[in-house]
């Protein structure tokens, strides 16, 4: 059995896209593999092939591992009703209304996520998760799910990402794992530059140091690519087009395009961190 949790250093870093790659490298090498991210905020939602209502991104994400989406997957859905109101989706159906009045029960929630995450794990053997945002908000961590609260539930081996393309790649990184708590920033054991163009050779220095600092491993770079991928919320960053057919098997197909592109990935040794969670 293995785990591995993808955090990226903001929203738009590429977690959805990094945890569906490194699902669909696992399947590539003969293994079942489910995806899971605890909580999802978004408007832009699937309807599983028994009426449970998750996030668009593990939709795809299941979609890369062969299987049907379902509600396990992704358990807590927050859409946004307007006025500082959330909707809570509690495993793919409605559950309450959350305001200033009547907020998130944490520790429920972490309950039935983890509830969740054991199921996929006894069921498919290798889970890759995914987190939500950014884990260096410190003023949500005492609050947060996806990202902290599901480290210190089901510690795991963890991969930051970060997004080259805006700019200011080596400060996301170190910055992030810089705020991180304590107890969980030594899961922190690996980070991948993501939609880079150009010669690598040019980040070797600020690789080498972000090593230094943090102790993280560098696990490579993801070439900035014009496909089109399934966006969770209005921050979109793919483009490209689908083709024609089936709306699934093109974002796939989409998918085996990036992975033949990602020569520099270390899938190596994400194999080896992701079945360190269970020694």
């Not at 593990?58 to 946004?80: R, S, V, Y």
């Not at 989706?89 to 969740?116: F, Q, S, V, W, Y």
């Not at 939609?195 to 491993?217: N, V, Y």
Request: contains cysteine; aromatic residues 6%; proline residues 5%.
């Amino acid at each position: 059995m293995s785990s591995i949790l993808f955090l990226g250093t903001a929203s738009g870093a590429g977690k959805t896209t990094l945890t569906a790659l490194y699902c669909r490298h696992l399947v590539k090498q003969g293994l079942t593999v489910s995806p899971f991210k605890v909580s999802n905020l978004s408007l832009n939602s699937y309807v599983t092939t028994d009426g449970a209502e998750i996030g668009m991104g593990q939709a795809f994400q299941a979609w890369a591992c062969g299987h049907e989406p379902t509600a396990d997957m992704n358990p807590i859905l927050l859409k946004p009703t307007g006025k500082g109101t959330l909707q809570l989706i509690l495993k793919g159906r409605p559950l309450l209304d959350l305001d200033e009045e009547h907020p998130l029960n944490r520790t429920a929630m972490m309950k039935e996520a983890g509830a969740c995450y054991d199921r996929l794990l006894a069921q498919y053997g290798n889970i890759v998760c995914e987190g939500s945002g950014s884990p260096a908000e410190i003023n949500l961590q005492n609050t947060d799910l996806a990202n902290v609260g599901l480290l210190r539930a089901r510690p795991m081996p963890t991969v930051l990402i970060g997004d080259i393309e805006r700019g200011g790649v080596f400060a996301a990184i170190y910055g992030t794992w810089r705020l991180l708590p304590d107890d969980v920033r030594p899961l922190l054991r690996g980070f991948i530059i993501n939609r880079f163009r150009g010669d690598t050779a040019l980040l070797d220095s600020g690789i080498e140091r972000i090593k230094q600092l943090t102790g993280m491993k560098y696990l490579g770079i993801v070439p900035y690519e014009a496909l089109r991928f399934p966006e969770e919320d209005s921050f979109a960053k793919t483009d490209g087009i689908l083709g024609k057919g089936d709306l699934h098997q093109a974002f796939v197909a989409n998918l085996d395009v990036l992975l033949e592109k990602c020569q520099s990935l270390d899938f190596t040794a994400l194999d080896t961190l992701a079945r360190s969670s269970s020694a």
